[in-house]
């Protein structure tokens, strides 16, 4: 079973988690999940379709004009500034 421990140690976690944040502060009103298959790292507008075998691990939002929320399962949030 993958593990959110799992996508945290991913070399290319950052880096998406860095892509989310700057897709939701272009796109106001819109969400960007990061999702995880256990070999891959993958950024999706949320209502997009989820990979096959992935597992959420966050959703990031604009939370007001300069800061992204980043929602974790488990009602933990970051929020970044863009």
Known sequence: MLTDNDAFKHP???DALKTAA????????DCFSV?????????????AVRPPNSKL???????????VQLRYDGARSEWLAV
């Not at 700057?22 to 009103?29: F, K, L, S, T």
């Not at 999702?35 to 209502?47: I, L, N, P, Q, T």
């Not at 691990?57 to 800061?67: G, S």
């Open 35 to 47: 999702y995880f298959d256990g070999e891959a790292v993958f950024v999706r507008a949320s209502e």
């Open 22 to 29: 700057r897709r939701a502060a272009q796109n106001p009103g």
């Open 12 to 14: 290319a976690f950052d």
């Open 57 to 67: 691990i966050c959703i990031a939002q604009l939370w007001n004009h300069y800061t």
